[in-house]
Nanobody, 121 residues
Framework: QVQLVESGGGLVQPGGSLRLSCAAS????????MGWYRQAPGKERELVAT???????NVASSVKGRFTISRDDAKNTVYLRMNSLKPEDTAVYYC???????????????WGKGTLVTVSS
């Protein structure tokens, strides 16, 4: 069984910063791509940023230059550093990872339960 657990969300003022973390645990053989998605109230879930096992990064245009994604493979963890936060960044942020479990030959898509980020004065 594989789990993704996010942490680091909370309330921050406009212009502030937060760092989200997402740790994968369980019977893991290899983690392929990892990423962050978000869902604002009344809107569909959207991609924020992804990072492959080779370090290739894709960032949504709405957060480019403000958000940075990184990963620590020794800790099976992906991070999202968010700077210059805006009220429109308010959303539940979900971690996603393509993980190959021990004894398997293909990856399965896993999701965390989400962490709420609220940007408000």
């Amino acid at each position: 069984q594989v789990q993704l657990v996010e942490s680091g969300g909370g309330l921050v003022q406009p212009g502030g910063s937060l760092r989200l973390s997402c740790a994968a645990s369980g019977s893991i053989f290899r983690i392929n791509a990892m990423g962050w998605y978000r869902q604002a109230p009344g809107k569909e879930r959207e991609l924020v940023a992804t990072i492959t096992s080779g370090g290739n990064i894709n960032v949504a245009s709405s957060v480019k230059g403000r958000f940075t994604i990184s990963r620590d493979d020794a800790k099976n963890t992906v991070y999202l550093r968010m700077n210059s936060l805006k009220p429109e960044d308010t959303a539940v942020y979900y971690c996603n990872a393509d993980i190959v479990g021990r004894g398997y030959f293909f990856g399965i898509d896993y999701w965390g339960k989400g962490t709420l980020v609220t940007v408000s004065s």
